[in-house]
Nanobody, 121 residues
Framework: QVQVVESGGGLVQAGGSLRLSCAAS????????MGWYRQAPGKERELVAR???????NYVDSVKGRFTISRDNAKNTVSLQMNSLMPEDTAVYFC???????????????WGQGTQVTVSS
C-alpha cells in the first residue's frame, strides 16, 4: 500500500510565502512523476507544477517565476516553494505521484488528501 501525505498549507497575506511538502511512502518500486495540483471553489482541478524523473519541470503559466518545485528522489518527497502569493492562488493543493509498485506493475496515480492554502488581500 502506498500513502501520499501533504503538509504546509495555511493562511498568508498577499505577497507572502508558503512551502508545501509531500512524502510518498509504502511499497514503491519507482516514481515517475511528482507534482502539485490545485482546486479553487467552483473551478476544476489544475496542474500547478510537476517534476518528471528525468528532471523535466512544468509550471502553469500563472505561477512561473513565483513558485519553485523540487524533488528529493532518495526520500520520495516533493516540495513547492510559493513566493509572492496572490489571492487567486487560494485553493486546496493536492500532491500527485505517478509510481509503480514492482517491475511489472502498472503506473498508479496516487493523490494526497489536500492542504488548504488561503491568501488574503
Amino acid at each position: 500500500q502506498v500513502q501520499v501525505v501533504e503538509s504546509g498549507g495555511g493562511l498568508v497575506q498577499a505577497g507572502g510565502s508558503l512551502r508545501l511538502s509531500c512524502a510518498a511512502s509504502g511499497s514503491i518500486f519507482s516514481i515517475n512523476v511528482m507534482g502539485w495540483y490545485r482546486q479553487a471553489p467552483g473551478k476544476e482541478r489544475e496542474l500547478v507544477a510537476r517534476i518528471i524523473s528525468g528532471g523535466n519541470i512544468n509550471y502553469v503559466d500563472s505561477v512561473k517565476g513565483r513558485f519553485t518545485i523540487s524533488r528529493d528522489n532518495a526520500k520520495n518527497t516533493v516540495s513547492l516553494q510559493m513566493n509572492s502569493l496572490m489571492p487567486e492562488d487560494t485553493a486546496v493543493y493536492f500532491c500527485n505521484v505517478d509510481l509503480t509498485t514492482s517491475r511489472d506493475s502498472p503506473t498508479f496515480h496516487i493523490w494526497g488528501q489536500g492542504t488548504q492554502v488561503t491568501v488574503s488581500s
